[in-house]
């Protein structure tokens, strides 16, 4: 088993650009989630899908984060427009039938 | 109020003891779920072990065993024998509800160090 993918696992930007964020979760797993760790805020839960739908996205910080998971295998995570504070590594970790989750290696974000 | 606290931002504990890590957890649901993760430096996630709200015995994976007192609302790690390998940052983490439902809380997190 492959595990969860994300890509890419480091990205550089600079302010005010648009950033995608993907996610291959675990084959058969039915929640998908994504994370974002900072040194300051910890790991924050930002959205999670049970089944492709957005369950529950209380943890998105702002509007210009959105997410979505057009099938079973594939989650993107949009940051538009980015700023500095954005800068974290995000998680996507997906589980079955709320067991454990197994994340992803990460992606690393830094924002100009 | 906070879902999971973990109290020790840091610890340190002598090659081949064993270390307890603190977590207690709020919630009023009878179902839930609790689990421990490892973040090592390299900053993947891994999980360690887990326990349901319903489960008699208290969990045990190899080294790791799970301190579960329910009245209390704790969810103890415990790791015998320490071993340089285990300095890392460690997790406890809540599902709310039934296995349908998956709603997750992560504590701050707990760093601890193995010293040789």
């Known amino acids: 088993d492959a595990g969860v993918i994300q890509s890419p696992r480091h990205e550089v930007t600079e302010m005010g650009q648009e950033v995608t964020l993907r996610c291959k979760p675990i084959s058969g797993h039915n929640s998908l989630f994504w994370y974002r760790q900072t040194m300051m805020r910890g790991l924050e839960l930002l959205i999670y899908f049970n089944n492709n739908v957005p369950i529950d996205d209380s943890g998105m910080p702002e509007d210009r984060f959105s997410a979505k998971m057009p099938n079973a295998s594939f989650s993107t995570l949009k940051i538009q427009p980015s700023e500095p504070r954005d800068s974290a590594v995000y998680f996507c970790?997906?589980?079955?039938?709320?067991?454990?989750?197994?994340f992803g290696p990460g992606t690393r974000l830094t924002v100009l | 109020a906070q879902k999971i606290t973990q109290t020790q931002p840091g610890m340190f504990v002598q090659e081949k003891e064993a270390v307890t890590l603190d977590c207690t957890y709020d919630?009023?649901?009878?179902?839930?779920?609790l689990f421990w993760y490892k973040q090592p430096s390299s900053g993947e996630m891994i999980f360690l072990i887990y326990q349901g709200s319903y489960d008699q015995q208290n969990a045990t994976e190899g080294r790791y065993s799970l301190n579960f007192q329910k009245a209390r609302k704790s969810a103890n790690l415990v790791i015998s024998a320490s071993q340089l390998g285990d300095s890392a940052m460690y997790f406890c983490?809540?599902?709310?509800?039934?296995?349908?439902?998956?709603?997750?809380?992560f504590g701050s997190g707990t760093k601890l160090n193995v010293k040789p």
């Open positions: 919630t009023s649901d009878p179902s839930y779920g």
């Open positions: 970790a997906s589980s079955l039938e709320g067991y454990e989750q197994f």
């Open positions: 983490a809540m599902r709310e509800g039934p296995h349908n439902f998956n709603k997750f809380y």
